[in-house]
C-alpha cells in the first residue's frame, strides 16, 4: 500500500519525537560581555567605561559645542528668539525629564555604567594601577553627568549604587552640590 503525502509527515512527525534530544542543550558562548567575564579584563571594564564616556559625551546633544550652547541659552549670551524646540524649552525655562529622553535618560546611563564599574572593580582581573585609574575616571564621569543634571533641573536623585531602588526623591540642594565637588576633587 502506498503512503500518502499526508500519512507519510505524520509518520516523520511522530518518528521525530523519538529521536528528540534526551538533554537540554548547552550552548557554548564566546563573548566578553557574558557577566562573568566582562570584568575579568582590561579589554571588558574599559568596555564598559566607554560606555559610561558615550553616555556622557552626549548629555548635550552630539559635542560638546551643542552642551555649551543648552548652558547659554538662558543668558543673554545664547538668546535665541528664533524658535526652535530646544531654544524655546530653554527660553521658557519648561525643561523637565519628559522634555527630551537624551537630556535627562542620557546621563543616568552614564550614572548606571559608572556604578556597575565601581562595584565591580574591586574583583576585576586587572592591575591596582589599572583599577585606580579607572575608578578615577569613572568617577569623574558621574561628577560631570550630575553636574549636567543639575544645570537643567537642579539637584535630581543620587544614584551612587546600582541596587538603589527605581523611585528615589531629589537630593538636597547643599547635598547634590557637596556631592558633585568631592567626585571632583577625589578624582583630582
Known amino acids: 500500500?502506498?503512503?500518502?503525502?499526508?500519512?507519510?509527515?505524520?509518520?516523520?512527525?511522530?518518528?521525530?519525537?523519538?529521536?528528540?534530544?534526551?538533554?537540554?542543550?548547552?550552548?557554548?558562548?564566546?563573548?566578553?560581555?557574558?557577566?562573568?567575564?566582562?570584568?575579568?579584563?582590561?579589554e571588558g571594564v574599559e568596555g564598559v567605561l566607554f560606555g559610561a564616556y558615550s553616555n556622557a559625551s552626549r548629555v548635550g546633544g552630539n559635542n560638546a559645542a551643542s552642551e555649551l550652547a543648552e548652558q547659554e541659552f538662558?543668558?543673554?549670551?545664547?538668546?535665541?528668539?528664533?524658535?526652535?524646540?530646544?531654544p524655546l524649552n530653554y527660553i521658557d525655562w519648561i525643561l523637565d525629564p519628559s522634555a527630551g529622553a537624551g537630556l535627562y535618560n542620557g546621563p543616568y546611563q552614564a550614572i548606571?555604567?559608572?556604578?556597575?564599574?565601581?562595584?565591580?572593580?574591586?574583583?576585576?582581573?586587572?592591575?591596582?594601577?589599572?583599577?585606580?585609574?579607572?575608578?578615577?575616571?569613572?568617577?569623574?564621569?558621574?561628577?560631570w553627568?550630575?553636574?549636567?543634571?543639575?544645570?537643567?533641573?537642579?539637584?535630581?536623585?543620587?544614584?551612587?549604587?546600582?541596587?538603589?531602588?527605581l523611585e528615589m526623591p531629589r537630593a538636597g540642594e547643599q547635598e547634590f552640590i557637596d556631592f558633585i565637588e568631592s567626585e571632583f576633587l577625589e578624582v583630582i
Open 145 to 165: 553627568t550630575y553636574y549636567i543634571l543639575y544645570i537643567r533641573y537642579g539637584p535630581t536623585p543620587l544614584r551612587t549604587s546600582s541596587s538603589d531602588p
Open 1 to 42: 500500500m502506498l503512503l500518502t503525502y499526508k500519512k507519510l509527515r505524520y509518520l516523520f512527525f511522530i518518528l521525530l519525537l523519538f529521536m528528540g534530544c534526551d538533554e537540554a542543550l548547552e550552548p557554548e558562548v564566546f563573548s566578553d560581555t557574558l557577566p562573568s567575564n566582562l570584568f575579568a579584563s582590561l
Open 112 to 143: 548606571r555604567n559608572v556604578n556597575i564599574i565601581l562595584e565591580a572593580l574591586p574583583d576585576a582581573g586587572i592591575t591596582d594601577d589599572e583599577k585606580t585609574l579607572i575608578r578615577a575616571e569613572a568617577r569623574f564621569i558621574r561628577a
Open 74 to 86: 538662558m543668558t543673554d549670551v545664547g538668546f535665541s528668539t528664533g524658535g526652535g524646540a530646544t
